[in-house]
């Protein structure tokens, strides 16, 4: 195929999926499209493995230790009970070409708040998080530190749908979508300089946008 054939067939091929995918849409996934946010549920997914862990909200603890003073373990009660925020965000894939995008309101406990909890030591560099699927990604502690870096339990005003985190996940905004780890179970303060899954691939450590 010529390149411009190519790309007229591409141009037509996104015009129809798009069309397709309004073509589903509800009225009231309609007027939440019309507020910027993506149908809530709908949203691209992506991840590294075919596993999608099935939590129970009973059994859901989140560890959060390494080099830190008071190491915890944070069951899901415990988190609700916890101050959160609103954030509105834009995940964003890194290999978006278009379409793995979406904005999300997320609604979690700022992760800052949790290290204020923990006291890392001063020679903390990193927070490696943990995914119940094996997932891993880093973070440096000065974005950890950001007050918009949350431990997520509700996008769009209702639970996490399984295939994005469900119970927990982090939310990074700013970053690509890699650090936004889902079925989050664990948090590692560490003063090494550990990367995670994608980091340790190529793609940048430092993931801002
Ligand atoms: N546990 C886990 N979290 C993960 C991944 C994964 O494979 N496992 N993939 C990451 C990548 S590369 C992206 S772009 C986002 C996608 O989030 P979504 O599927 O909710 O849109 O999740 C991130 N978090
Ligand atoms: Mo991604």
Redesign the pocket.
Known sequence: MKLTNRRNFLKLLLISSSLLVLGRLSISEMQHAQNGLTPFGS???????QIVPDILLNNYVLTVDGDVENPVQLTYQNLLTMPSIEVKDT????SDPYF?R?NVVWKGVPLSNIIEIVKPKPSVIKVVGY???G?T?DLPIEKANDPNVLVTYMADGKPLPQ???YPV?LSVPGW?????????VRLHFTSKNILG??ESLGYPDYAKK
């Open positions: 949203w691209y997914v992506v991840q590294y493995s995940i964003q894939c890194v793995l979406a995914g119940a699927d997932y990604a295939v994005h985190g996940r690509w979508g890699y650090t936004y780890i889902k079925w989050l899954y994608w």
